[in-house]
């Protein structure tokens, strides 16, 4: 059996950030698996607060058609939002399905990512 994609982009993201991977999480249009959660996060939040952030995550994908009509940039792969203390990723597979992660906010830092070098640029 074939490892899913959300399964692959969890070791993807261990391989790559390690202790910073904060969670993973896999959606369909009726189900929802939490595929990696770091202890400390998952004291941070109570079953209503994920279940109230994967229902906002949801309604981001409803929109994926609506934003790729927007522009003429061909599919929406990734949305990011980079808060001070935690990195969003948000992979939106179609209407109804999605990946979405969270590392800790020093990752592009730490990285020396294009967006965390956009970010210096600005400050300086």
């Known amino acids: 059996m074939s490892e899913r994609p959300s399964e692959a982009l969890t ?3 261990q391989e790559c950030v390690g202790e910073h991977l904060r969670s993973v999480i896999f959606y ?11 202890d400390d996060v998952a004291d941070q939040y109570t079953d209503e607060e994920v ?3 994967v229902r906002e995550v949801r309604l981001e994908a409803v929109e994926k058609p609506h934003q790729e009509s927007l522009y003429e940039h061909g599919p929406l792969n990734c949305t990011v939002r980079w808060f001070e203390d935690a990195v969003e990723m948000h992979f ?3 209407e109804t399905s999605g ?3 969270a590392m800790d906010g020093e990752v592009f830092a730490i990285h020396d990512t294009f967006i965390g070098r956009c970010m210096d640029a600005m400050s300086d």
């Open 11 to 13: 070791e993807f993201l």
């Open 51 to 53: 279940e109230r952030i």
């Open 28 to 38: 369909e249009e009726d189900d929802t698996e939490i595929v990696y959660v770091r």
């Open 92 to 94: 939106t597979h179609d």
């Open 99 to 101: 990946t979405a992660a």
